[in-house]
C-alpha cells in the first residue's frame, strides 16, 4: 500500500548546509564557523579589498616615480642651468656684460633655491655686478619686465635664509626692485615687512645700514604714490608695514630714534590701512603683546608728526585697536613686577593669574591718550567738523563718544579726569553757538530715535534691545542703532559723574536762562544743568529702559557664559590676563562676544548698560526724594503690574528663588576641593603645568554656574528684580507689606513652621526629646545658646558676648533674664515684651552712649547718628601709645574685635527690624542710603548734598569753594585732607591723607575744583568710614536680606526703623488694644468708664502729647507703618487699683499701660501729662 516502504523504520539523516542552528534548545560554548552563504560573501568582500588596495598601490608606486621623474627632471635642468649660469660668470671682458647679465638674471630666478647656499652666492654676486652698472638703469631694461616680481620674491627669500655677509647686497637689490616695479608690493608685502621687522629685531644691524633699512621702509610707502589710482597698492602696503613692522617690539631703541620713521608715514593712509584690516579678521592671528606694541607705535608717530587736530579716521583706527586691545592692557597698567617684566614676549611658563606689567614704552604712549592736551585736542577738533551739520558730523559725533568711552573702560582710574576734560569742553552746534559738551550731548542724545522710542512706551525698549542682543549672537551690526547708544551712553557716563558735584541750588538752575544777563560770570555747573522738564523726559526714559532691562533681564542677558565680562576685565576692575588653560567653548565665546559688544564699544555689556542705567536713575529719584522738583506719582508704574495679585507674586518668586540658591549652594558643596589640593601643592614645579590647568578649567565651570545660576534668577524673578532695583515703581505700602511677608516667609523656613516663639521652643524640646538618648541635649544646648543673662549696667557688652556667636541665629527667639548690680533676677518670664525692652536698652546704649562709653556712633547737628569715622583711628592711636606694634597678633585682634561689635550692632537693628520692634532712634540719610544700595549693581555713590547731612560747614565751605569767581588758586589747597583723630587724655591728632595719588603735588584749580569738591565728599562720606559701615552692613545682612532693604530709600528706611511719622491715629489706636484685669471688655462688649475717659482725653490732646504718650508705652513715638495692627506686643491697658493719687505707670517690654481707674476726665488728664513729661515708669507702680 505505501509504496515508499523500504523496510527500514529509521528517520533519514537530514545535512543543514545553511550554517544555521535548527535545534533551539541546543547550546554552544562556541561560535561556529562562517560557512556557506556567509562565507562566500566574506570572501568576496575580502577580495573585493585586495585588489583596490593592489590598485592604489599601483597608482601610488606611479605618483612617486612621476613625481620623482619630475623632480629629477627640475633638478636636471636646474643643474644645467646653473651650470650654464656659471660659464657665463666666468667669461671676462666688458662687452655685452649687459647681456650677460640679463641671461644670468633670466637663468637666476629659474633655478633659484634658498635651501642653497651657492644660489645665494650667485644671486648676490648678481646684485654686486648689477649695482656697478646702476640698479635703475640696469632695471629700466625692458628684457626682465616679465622677470622683476619673481626676481624681487627670490631675494627675499634669499634675505630670510642668508648670511650677514650677503644681506647688504641683497637689500640692496630688493629695494632697488620695489622703487623701480610698485607692482609687486601687494604679492610680497607680508614677507617683506616680517623681513625687515626680523632683521631689525636680530640686533645684526650696524649704523650704516640703518639708512638702508629705512628707505626700505620708505619707499613702498611714499614713492610713487601718483601711480597709484585707487590708492590700493599703498594702502596694502600701510597695511602689511602696520601689521608686520610696527608690530615689533621696541623699535626706537632699534632704530636709534622714531623721528625720522614718523615723517615718513602718512598717518590718514595707516589709518585707513588699520581701519580695513581691524575691521575685518585680518589681526586674529596677531599676538596680543605686538598689537600693544602696534598701537603704541601708531600713537607715537601721530604724535612725532605734531598733528593739531585729531582725524575722524585716526580715531576710528585707534579706537578699533584700544577696543580689541583692552584685554591685554586692563589689569597690566598699573602692575609692577619687574622680574616678569623680563620675560619673552611669546610668554614662559608663568603664573598668568598675576598681571604681566606693560612695557614702559607701550605703558607711557597709552597714557599719552588721557592727559588734558590729548582730550582738549579731541574737542577741538570735533569742534570744527561738527559746524558742517551734515552726516559726516553725526558719525564724527558717535566716533568721539566711542573713543572716550572705550578710554574710559579702559583707564578706570583716569575716568574721572577724562570725564572733567570732557564736561569743561564745549561743542558747537550746527548754528555755530557754543554749548557745554553735558548739553551738547543731551540734545543729540534727545533727538535719537532710541531715545523718542523708549521715552514714549516702556514696551518699545524691549523691542529694540531684542534686535540689539539678536545682532550680537549674529555678529551683526546696525551702524545707525550702535551710533545712537554711543551718544546716550557718554551722555549718562558724563552725568552721573556730574551729578556726584552738583548741588540742589545748582541743580535746580536749570529753569533760569543761564546765558541772558552777564552781570556775573556763570559757572560751568550752572550751565550745564538741565531745565526740570527736559530732566523729567530723562527720568521717563531712563525708567522705562531700567524696568525692561531688569524685568526682562533672563531674555535680554548674555547666555549665561561670563565670556563678555572676561573680555574686558569685569568693567576693567580685574586682571586682564586671561588663562592660557580655557576650555575650547568659552574661548570661542569670548572672542565671539568680544567681537560685537553692546553698541559695538569693548566693555559695553548688557551688565554696564543696566548698571549706569540704574546709577543714574536712582541718583535723579534720590534727588527727588531730598527735594522733590517732579509730580507726586511720576515714579510710578503700576500700570505693568495685576496690582490685585502682586504681592502673592512676589513672594512666590522669592520663595523660587529661594530654592534656586539652595540647589546651587548643594551643587558647590558637592565638589570637592581636595581633588585640587595635591595639584596647587606642586604647581610651581616644572612640569605641574597640568594641575593648574585643570584647576582654572574648574574654576572656570564654577564661574559659568554662577553666571548661568544669576541668570536664572533674574529669569524666576522679574518682579523681584525691579523690587530690588527700582522699587520706587511701586507704592510705599506694597512694599512694606512685601517686606513683612518676605520676613515671615523666612520665619517659617527657619523655624519649621512654627512662628510663634513659645511655639517653637515646645517643639525643639520635643524633636529633642524624640531624638536617641546620646543627641537629646542637643535641643536644650540650641535654647540655652538662644538665652542670656543680662546686667542692667552692662547691657550691650553682656549681649556681645553670649549672642555674638550666634551669627544669623539670632533671627531665632531668645530669652532674657535681666539681673541687677547683685546678680539678682528681676521678676517676670520673658513671653517677648523683656526681648523687646532688652533690644530697645542695647540700641539706646550702643548708639546713644555718653563720653564714658565707647562712641560707637555720632550724631550731626540734626541728632541723627552714623557710625564714628574715627573710631578705628583712635583705636589705632591708643595702641601705639600702649607700645603695641602695628600687625602684631594683639593689634589685629583688637582691631578685629572692634569689626565684631559693629557687625553685632547690625545684626540687633536687624533682629528689631526682624521682629518689627520700632525703636527711636534716627539715622542719618548717606549712611541710611548705604543700607539701601548695599548689594545692588549701582552701589552707593556719595555726593556733596549727602555732605550736609554729614557736616553742614564743610558742605559750605565746599560750596564757596565751588562758585568762587576769582581764582581757586588763592585758597592754597591741594588734593589732601586732615582727618582728626581723639586720644584719652591728650591734645586732638591730625593726620593729612591724600585724595588721590600723590595728591599733595597737585593744587586745586579753578579747572579741577569739581574733583575736588568730589573727593571730598567720597572721602568723608565713603573713605573714612568704610571699615565700620562694612561691619555694620554685614551684621545687618546677617538678619535681613540686603534686596529686602533695597526696595526702600533712605527716608523710608527711617520709617520702617521708627515707625510713620505722621499725626497719631487714635481710633486705629482704639481698635487694636487690648485690655486687662478689670477693664477687660466683657459680654456687652462696652469698655470700662476710665476706659472711656482714657480716650477721650487722647482725644483731645495735640499730637505732641499724644507722641509722648504712645512712646511711654511703647518707647517709640510712631505708629508702625500699616498702623497699630503691627505693634509686636499689642498695646494694653489694665488697671493699677483705685488709688487716684497714683499716677499711670508703663511695662515698656510688653507695651502695657497701667491705668488706674480714676474717676474724672480732669484728674486722668493731669496724671497722664505729668507721668509723661516726668518719665514716671516700670518701678513707680
Known sequence: MFQTFSGNSRRPRQVNLSGQNTNPFAQSSRTPAASGAQKTVAQAQQERLQRQQERERLNASKKIQRTWRGHKARKDLADSRRQTWDELATKEGASNSTLRLIQQLQLLVAFFSPRRRDDIGRLSSLSSRISCLGYQTFLARPEIQPQLGQLAKVTLEGLQVSQPEFISSLLHLLVSVVDHRPGVIPKISQAYYTYLSQYISSGEISKNSIDLVLSAIRIPLVEHIELDDNDQIVLNAHAAFS???????????????????????????????????????????????????????????????????????????????????SGAIIGRMDAHDPEANQESIDGAETDRNIPLPLPTFVKNELLSLVNEDSITGLLAKFNIDYVKASVAGEEDASLLASYALTLLRIFPQRGDDIRLWLYLGSMKTPDGTEVPALKFFWQAMSLTNTFSVIRADSKGALTLLRSQIQRRQFLSSDAGRDREWRTILLFLELYVFVLRFTDDEEFLSGNVPAFGQASEPVSRIRQSALPIEDVKRLTIFLKNLAFTMFYNAGELSDDGRPAAEGSIGNYFGASATTSRFQAAEPEVVTKRIARMPFAGVAG??????????????????????????LPKDHWLMTSRFEMEGFIPAVVMEEERQHQVREEGED??????????????????????????????????????????????LAAVGPRLEVLQNMPFVIPFETRVQIFRQFVFLDQTRRRGGNVDPDIWRMSIIQQSQMSPRHTRTAGHELLGRHHAKIRRDQIFEDAYEQFYDLGEGLKEPIQITFVDQFDTVEAGIDGGGVTKEFLTSITNGAFLSDDTSPRYFIANDQNLLYPNPATFDERREILKAAGFKENSVFWKETMADLSKRYEFLGRVVGKCLYEGILVDIGFAGFFLLKWATYGTESGYRA??????????????GLLKLKNYPGNAEDFSLDFTITDKVSSPGEADKIVNKDLMPNGSNVAVTNENRPLYVSYVARHRLQVQPFRQTQAFLKGLSEIINPTWLSMFNQSELQTLIGGDSSEVDVEDLRRNTQYGGVYQIGDDGQEHDTVKLFWKVLKELDDSDRRKVLKYVTSTPRAPLLGFSQLNPRFSIRDAGSDEERLPSTSTCVNLLKLPKYSTETTLRQKLLYAVNSGAGFDLS
Open 943 to 956: 555726593n556733596i548734598n549727602d555732605l550736609r547731612d554729614l557736616d553742614e560747614e564743610l558742605y559750605q
Open 243 to 325: 601689521l608686520y613692522f610696527l608690530t615689533t617690539p621696541d623699535l626706537a631703541s632699534s632704530l636709534g630714534g622714531f623721528d625720522e620713521l614718523a615723517a615718513t608715514v602718512n598717518v590718514g593712509l595707516l589709518s585707513s590701512a588699520l581701519v580695513r584690516e581691524f575691521s575685518s579678521a585680518s589681526v586674529e592671528h596677531i599676538q596680543d603683546n605686538r598689537k600693544l606694541w602696534l598701537l603704541a607705535h601708531f600713537i607715537v608717530i601721530h604724535r612725532l608728526q605734531r598733528r593739531s587736530s585729531q582725524e575722524p579716521e585716526y580715531l576710528r583706527a585707534l579706537s578699533l585697536q584700544l577696543s580689541l586691545s
Open 667 to 712: 551643587e558647590d558643596a558637592d565638589i570637592d576641593d581636595s581633588q585640587f589640593a595635591d595639584d596647587r601643592e606642586y604647581s610651581g614645579l616644572v612640569g605641574m603645568s597640568r594641575p593648574r590647568r585643570a584647576q582654572q578649567i574648574e574654576s572656570l565651570r564654577r564661574q559659568q554656574q554662577k553666571t548661568a545660576r544669576q541668570k536664572v
Open 604 to 629: 559695553m555689556t548688557f551688565d554696564y548698560v543696566r548698571t549706569i542705567v540704574a546709577s543714574v536713575m536712582r541718583m535723579l529719584y534720590e534727588r527727588d526724594s531730598r527735594r522733590r522738583f
